[in-house]
């Protein structure tokens, strides 16, 4: 990833997300391995963030599409990266937290087999949150 890359995340994800803390360049260089993204005409114009957070669960955070290229199917195909991403390492579980009021992104992750496990309030944002989660299942050999 480069810089300019870094850049354009952090200002995708300010910009698309209700963020308590904002990205920088340097927030998003520092984890770049946790970052998928897709360009067009060198430009990012969507983008999340999926990293494992213990031996058997992956997370996927705050699925990104510019608002250019809303309603394309761009949302669809990052979050598809990200559990690819997820699934190569070698989870079993991923999980994401949603907003209870964000529509899109919930029929977003329901439509990709998702479930709503559970709900909690967010004291920093001030919002009600779902968990939601999906069972990755590995065939012996498989990835």
Known sequence: MTKEEAIKIADLL???NQLVIKYDKERV???ASNYVYIKENDEVIACAESKKVQWYQSEISHISVSKLYEGKGYGRKILLKAEKKAKDERAKIIQCTIRVDNEKSLGLFKS????VVNKFFYE???N???VLQKNVIHKKGSS
């Open 14 to 16: 300010n910009e698309r």
């Open 29 to 31: 260089l520092d984890t």
């Open 112 to 115: 990709n087999g998702y479930e």
């Open 124 to 126: 920093k944002s001030g």
């Open 128 to 130: 009600w949150v779902f």
